[in-house]
């Protein structure tokens, strides 16, 4: 896409010595607003399923589990993640818990198994916002650095966006 992208904008630009600066800074600046939008399209989505039920492989309105919810919402940025957990943490590009952004992904394990995933939707001093669909209470928003459940569970975060 990137390619793509220098192609158009060269073809675009009637200068026939644009400087490798500007073209650079124009390239990153598309690159970054497609990042937000996308991000922004991720957040509203998970926000449209706030109070979804949960329903072990489910990946509907009617109810889904962590991954459904995670393969659900990643599709409407066209972003096809597998429908497990243990496949969905096998992609992405890892990212240190300090240096996440909204879009990211945190996975969690239990007994030495990754078994729940959930999406950063803001993180800032002490508020790591996270959105997931827990067993107990369907898809909800939480702050993580004050979940005495899933912080301890943390086990590693991947960026896909």
């Known amino acids: 896409m990137l390619y793509l992208y220098l192609i158009l904008f060269l073809t675009s630009h009637s200068q026939a010595t644009i400087g490798v ?24 989505a998970a926000k449209k399923l706030k109070g979804t039920k949960y329903k072990y492989g489910g990946q509907s309105r009617k109810g ?29 590009k890892k990212v240190r818990l300090n240096d996440t952004k909204a879009g990211d992904l945190i996975f969690f394990q239990r007994n030495n198994k990754v078994n729940h995933v959930a999406m950063v939707v803001h993180h800032q001093n002490n508020q790591l916002i996270i959105v997931h669909a827990t067993s107990t209470k369907g898809v909800i928003f939480e702050n993580l650095k004050s979940s005495a459940y899933w912080k301890n569970k943390y086990f590693v975060a991947k960026r896909f966006i």
Do not use: W
Request: glycine share 4%; aromatic share 4%; proline share 2%.
């Open 21 to 44: 600066a500007e073209l650079t800074s124009h390239v990153v600046t598309e690159l970054d607003k497609n990042k937000a939008k996308r991000t922004k399209t991720l957040i509203a």
């Open 64 to 92: 889904m589990d962590c991954s459904g919810f995670i393969h659900h919402i990643y599709s409407k940025v066209n972003i096809d993640l597998p429908r497990s957990t243990s496949l969905q943490v096998s992609r992405g």
